[in-house]
């Protein structure tokens, strides 16, 4: 039992490398989502899977799927057991969806999609909710205690990765506001290291003054 479990263990920290990898490798945020979903179907033999985010208005969304319909992810897109910026949000396993009050007004559409149980599971960033993992299964089930570890520790990953590229893409814009409002302005920037001596001006700044 105990060289089983080693395997096990074993078999999980590879998973985690993998993704590890696979992210760090990603030039695009659809790249990481598909590398968590990867990362699933192999560590935990989950074929149906899905991961969704908060957009801007407030909204959680679909972001990358496996094994659900478009008919589905329309009609269910926009629930969730947590508010945006919720703190302490805990993983939350259905092993039977026709039991669950809260799942009700959705169970016909769930049933069509033959989903018999599935798990919630918080992508959380400095504390607060960001979005989450979902886990569907055929058959009413729970999960297991480790694979539900996995879970949680591959949703860090991804809520890392996904706002810090969410971090360079606003400053990205932030940046291109910037040049856009000292070009119409005939203004320009310039960095003085004093460390180095040494003077960095931006293009706009160079070419007005020489």
Same mark, same amino acid.
């Given at each position: 039992?105990?060289?089983?479990?080693?395997?096990?263990?074993?078999?999980?920290?590879? @998973?985690?490398?993998?993704?590890?990898?696979?992210?760090?490798?990603?030039?695009?945020? *659809? !790249?990481? &989502? !598909?590398?968590?979903?990867?990362?699933?179907?192999? $560590?935990? $033999?989950?074929?149906?899977?899905?991961?969704?985010? &908060? *957009?801007?208005?407030?909204?959680?969304?679909?972001?990358?799927?496996?094994?659900?319909?478009? #008919?589905y992810r329309n009609a269910v897109e926009g629930h969730?057991?947590?508010?945006? $910026?919720?703190? $302490?949000?805990?993983?939350?396993? @259905?092993?039977?969806?026709?039991?669950?009050?809260?799942?009700?007004?959705?169970?016909?559409?769930?049933?069509? !999609?033959?989903?018999?149980?599935?798990? &919630?599971?918080?992508?959380?960033?400095?504390?607060?909710?960001?979005?989450?993992?979902?886990?569907?299964? *055929?058959?009413?089930?729970?999960?297991?205690?480790? *694979?539900?570890?996995?879970? !949680?520790?591959?949703?860090?990953?991804?809520?890392?990765?996904?706002?810090?590229?969410?971090?360079?893409?606003?400053?990205?814009?932030?940046?291109?506001?910037?040049? &856009?409002?000292?070009?119409?302005?005939?203004?320009?920037?310039?960095?003085?290291?004093?460390?180095?001596? #040494?003077?960095?001006?931006?293009?706009?700044?160079?070419?007005?003054?020489?």
């Open positions: 039992m105990r060289v089983v479990n080693q395997v096990r263990e074993s078999s999980r920290l590879a @998973v985690c490398l993998q993704l590890a990898t696979a992210i760090g490798r990603s030039t695009t945020l *659809d !790249e990481i &989502f !598909e590398a968590a979903l990867d990362g699933i179907a192999e $560590g935990l $033999g989950i074929r149906r899977a899905a991961v969704l985010l &908060f *957009d801007a208005d407030g909204v959680m969304r679909f972001k990358a799927s496996r094994g659900i319909s478009e #008919s969730t057991p947590w508010k945006r $910026g919720e703190v $302490g949000a805990q993983s939350i396993i @259905v092993p039977d969806v026709t039991a669950d009050p809260g799942l009700s007004p959705f169970l016909p559409t769930i049933r069509a !999609e033959q989903i018999a149980a599935m798990a &919630f599971i918080p992508l959380v960033l400095a504390g607060g909710v960001i979005g989450k993992f979902m886990l569907y299964f *055929d058959l009413p089930q729970t999960v297991d205690e480790d *694979d539900l570890r996995l879970a !949680e520790l591959i949703g860090a990953q991804v809520s890392f990765a996904a706002e810090g590229f969410r971090a360079q893409i606003k400053a990205a814009e932030n940046q291109g506001r910037l040049e &856009f409002a000292l070009e119409a302005a005939n203004m320009g920037t310039w960095d003085w290291d004093l460390r180095t001596n #040494s003077i960095r001006w931006s293009e706009n700044l160079e070419r007005l003054h020489g």
